[in-house]
């Protein structure tokens, strides 16, 4: 947990009296794990509460479409999200010195393991992971869509993958990382070209759009006893296909993360994965090939909207860690065999 500065707190304090909560009684700690958003603790006797500040690049829209979505899932008796909380005016989301807050029930458990730390994935784990992951798609199928969301489906980050990847080259400076990103340049242009060839013969920009939560990583979740309890931070919600988020899950658990193998994937774990997601996801539209089909072409294309980020990532802050991610997201790009993942 971080310390918390005096302005800060006097800020915490302001924005959970429009909540009309007792401050004589009252314990505050800083979640140190996200770094887009600000978390705070918030204990009142024996009562735990979740206040979160949205990282101030996130638009009121989306944070609307996610109180929403929580809103929704609480209503369809979906448990392992939290529940909105509302201010005294009765509203959902709380405006205070140009920041957005919403306040949150606590969800119990903790995370054992992230996209950078995947060994914490234990086999019971990934199990509820995934079956956890199906049951989400199966939650959110007919959660309606909402206008003025800024977050893009897979397929534009391929499509226009190109010219993105040109215009963040240019905007890196000189550095270690754009020394590397420069080296592989051609391989990363080929690797886009291709997945954009996949996209169009597998017709999955046409694949039936939901909402999909396209960060899900053992960091972004609880687990009580190797159970899933709780699934957070929905930051990169959009609207895509389902295989979309299963391949946001499958590319950040299965491989090697540092050391010589990193970023080759565990072929005989990501297969288990997608078993367990198939086996809680229930009866499918499509037949296992198509549907291994278009998880490959999602498996490509998330990895380029992560490498991206990691690009970004990295140019706000040029330090070793963030080095270290970007040189990741490359290896898993150009080291693995695409085709043959599932066979």
Sequence with gaps: MASIKKDELKEIFSVLSLYGIDLTDIKIVRDTVGFVNKIYFVTIGKKKLVLRKSNPATSLAHIKLEVKLLEYLSDHHFAATPQIIRNLKGTDITIY????????????????????????????????FFQTIAKFN??????????????????????NGSN????????LSPSIGKNLVLKYRLE????????????VKTGYDALPKQLIHCD??????????????AIFDFDWARYDCRFSDLASALSQTNYYFGGKKDGIFKKEKLQSALSNYRRAYGKSNFSVFQENEYIKAALRAYIIYTFFWAIDLYEQNKNKENFLSLN????????????????
């Excluded at 990363?188 to 996209?199: G, Q, V």
């Design 97 to 128: 010195n140009k920041s957005f807050f919403t306040l949150q029930t606590f969800m119990p458990g903790s995370i054992k393991a992230s996209w950078n730390k995947p060994d914490g994935l234990t086999a019971k784990r990934a199990q509820a």
């Design 138 to 159: 199966k939650a959110v199928e007919k959660f309606p869509s909402y206008n003025n969301i800024a977050n893009q489906s897979l397929g534009y980050f391929v499509k």
């Design 216 to 229: 899900l990583h053992p960091g972004n979740v609880n687990f009580l006893n190797d159970k899933v309890v």
């Design 188 to 199: 990363i242009l080929e690797f886009i070209k291709k997945t954009d060839r996949e996209f």
């Design 164 to 171: 993105i990847l040109a215009k963040k080259f240019r905007k």
């Design 328 to 343: 990741h997201f490359l290896n898993v790009m150009l080291v693995n065999d695409f085709d043959c993942l599932f066979d």
